[in-house]
């Protein structure tokens, strides 16, 4: 019977092999982090702007919906009559005291 003896002084060459892998991955690893975190926190400032550029594309909808109401004749002269300007050839009357007329003559709490 034969006995193998070990070798206590140098470690074996798989063993080196796996070590030189892990290194190898760690080291990759280390070359991608910066990368990879970059990308990550690039895609959520996007998402951010994305939603940001829906709501700002909502509000300019709406905007441009009160500009096309704002600019029509009727709305021009209900503008206009508020500001007290009349029509050629019409009448200005002015009228106080309506909001004491109205209280007076408001119908009882229902």
Not at 12 to 20: E, Q
Not at 84 to 100: N, Q, S
Request: aromatic residues 10%; proline residues 5%; glycine residues 6%.
């Amino acid at each position: 019977m034969q006995r193998t003896r070990r070798r206590i002084g140098r470690p074996a060459p798989t063993v080196i092999r796996r070590w030189a892998a892990v290194g190898v991955l760690a080291f990759v690893a280390f070359l991608y982090y910066q990368p990879l975190r970059t990308y990550f926190e690039t895609r959520g400032a996007l998402a951010g702007r994305a939603a940001d550029v829906q709501a700002l594309q909502v509000d300019r909808k709406r905007l441009e919906r009160r500009l096309a109401i704002q600019t029509s004749p009727s709305a021009l002269t209900r503008e206009a009559r508020r500001l007290g300007y009349v029509k050629p050839g019409e009448r200005l009357f002015i009228v106080k005291g309506v909001r004491a007329w109205r209280k007076a003559h408001q119908p009882e709490a229902q």
